[in-house]
Nanobody, 115 residues
Framework: QVQLVESGGGLVQPGGSLRLSCAAS????????MGWYRQAPGKQRELVAG???????NYADSVKGRFTISRDNAKNTVYLQMNSLKPEDTAVYYC?????????WGQGTQVTVSS
């Protein structure tokens, strides 16, 4: 079992920045990929960024150059630094951990980009 707790969401103006954190606990040795997904009202959940246990990263085209995913293995925490935020980034952001054979999800944190 893996438990994920997200933090760092909130309200920010367009062009602003936020950093999301996802703290993992439990069977963290079994995690081989962690990622951030988001779901806007009326839309499907989509991958925002992912990072493997080896440190390889991937990003959705819509956030490339603006968002950065990173991990602190000592703290069992994954971060999503979000810069140059746009109104279309407004969504609930979820942390995800992939193990074999299960996926785990956090409870989600709201990010609202509005003036």
């Amino acid at each position: 079992q893996v438990q994920l707790v997200e933090s760092g969401g909130g309200l920010v103006q367009p062009g602003g920045s936020l950093r999301l954190s996802c703290a993992a606990s439990g069977s963290i040795f079994s995690i081989y990929v962690m990622g951030w997904y988001r779901q806007a009202p009326g839309k499907q959940r989509e991958l925002v960024a992912g990072i493997t246990s080896g440190g390889s990263t991937n990003y959705a085209d819509s956030v490339k150059g603006r968002f950065t995913i990173s991990r602190d293995n000592a703290k069992n925490t994954v971060y999503l630094q979000m810069n140059s935020l746009k109104p279309e980034d407004t969504a609930v952001y979820y942390c995800n951990a992939v193990t074999d054979p299960d996926d785990y999800w956090g409870q989600g944190t709201q990010v609202t980009v509005s003036s």
